[in-house]
């Protein structure tokens, strides 16, 4: 029965690292590295896995790396280790993001492929992860599920030797091994948000689109981008709502007094840049921006390549006569508005 509070300032562990034995034994993954705990390890080499403490200075903490105690001569196509996973994909998980490093800067590293259902998919990002930099230097990579929307799925996340030739491995230490939403900010429900009344069923009071390349096109198409390519934010489906092209361009709709909210889901479509900043005006005053006006936030208000879209939900105070939605003039890829329109309760 704790009755104060006790501060501990400065703490020290010591530990003899030499007194710490391996744990080749160790069957519970989870356990062994908590990152990994969705996962199940697959048959390749599952035996001989040892599992090591490694103190991680950068982050300052310890973790657990796993090591295969083989030296011997690797093809870049062999198969190390596998892990498995199994997910219904949906808003919620359609991004898996991928983080390892090597514990030893004399031992060579792995490269890591991510397969869904057998077939390797690519990442967001120029190339797999690989762990062949610096010593407990983690690289990351982010790889789109969106294509399997409503499917449940089997993720395979494959490790390899990082070269051809005879050699032992490094261990491998293990980051982020997550799949995150691809719509940040959702509901409780953990569902998109939908309005009652889709501005795909509204004609705008006034469209003004001043697009970088002039073959993007200038009409608002329901459920495409102008350049009438499937709707998507981050590859994941969108059925309803619109994109605008790269650059400047504003959209205004009169008000209906029933109107009581403004929804839609944002983020970057069809490009390889940033789609953004976004703005909500309501009667010509700005009420609602990714961007920061006070610059507190290192993000500039842009969606990039491997940012998930956002859930926006706007209150329409009574008496609001016009909303407009604009993106500034920096954007650089198609911005996405899905399932944007108004909610009357």
């Keep these: 029965d704790i009755r104060d509070e006790v501060s501990w300032l400065y703490p020290t562990i010591t530990v003899d690292v030499q007194e710490m034995p391996a744990s080749p034994r160790l069957k519970d993954l989870a356990q062994a590295v908590p990152q990994l705990a969705d996962w199940r390890l697959g048959d390749v080499n599952k035996d001989q896995i040892v ?7 950068e982050r300052g903490r310890w973790a657990a790396s796993m090591f ?3 030296d011997r001569q690797h093809e870049t196509d062999d198969v190390l280790l596998e892990l498995h996973r199994t997910i219904k994909v949906d808003e919620t998980n359609a991004l898996l993001h991928v983080e390892a490093g090597r514990g030893e800067n004399n031992l060579e590293g792995h490269k890591l492929t991510v397969a869904v259902n057998g077939e390797k998919i690519g990442s967001f990002l120029n190339g797999d992860v690989t762990t062949n930099r610096a010593q407990g230097y983690m690289e990351s990579r982010m790889y ?5 929307a409503g499917q449940e799925i089997q993720l395979t996340l494959r490790v390899h030797p990082y070269r051809k030739g005879k050699y032992q491995p490094a261990s491998l230490l293990w980051g982020r091994v997550n799949v995150r939403p691809v719509i940040e900010q959702l509901p409780e429900s953990d569902k998109i948000i939908k309005p009652h009344v889709p501005l795909t069923k509204l004609k705008p009071q006034t469209v003004q689109i001043f697009p970088k390349d002039k073959s993007h096109g200038k009409a608002l198409i329901a459920g495409r981008s ?3 390519q499937p709707l998507h934010i981050r590859f994941f ?3 309803d709502g619109f994109a605008v092209p ?6 205004t709709y009169q008000l209906d007094p029933a109107w009581k909210q403004f929804v839609a889901v944002i983020g970057m479509g069809d490009g390889t840049y940033g789609a953004g900043p976004f703005e909500l005006k309501l009667d010509g005053e700005v ?4 961007k920061d006006p006070d610059r507190k936030k290192e993000n500039d208000g842009t969606f ?7 859930q926006v939900v706007l209150d329409i105070p009574p008496g609001s006569k016009t909303i407009m939605l604009r993106v500034a003039p920096g954007s650089r890829s198609f911005a996405v508005w899905g399932y944007a329109g108004f909610r009357t309760e």
């Excluded at 790269?246 to 959209?251: A, L, T």
């Excluded at 009420?287 to 990714?290: A, F, I, K, S």
């Design 51 to 57: 599992y090591r403490a490694y103190f991680h200075k």
């Design 68 to 70: 295969l105690p083989a």
């Design 144 to 148: 789109p599920l969106g294509a399997f």
């Design 226 to 228: 102008t350049d009438d």
């Design 237 to 239: 489906p969108i059925s």
């Design 246 to 251: 790269p650059g400047k361009s504003e959209i």
């Design 287 to 290: 009420v609602w921006q990714t």
């Design 304 to 310: 990039g390549r491997t940012s998930p879209g956002q």
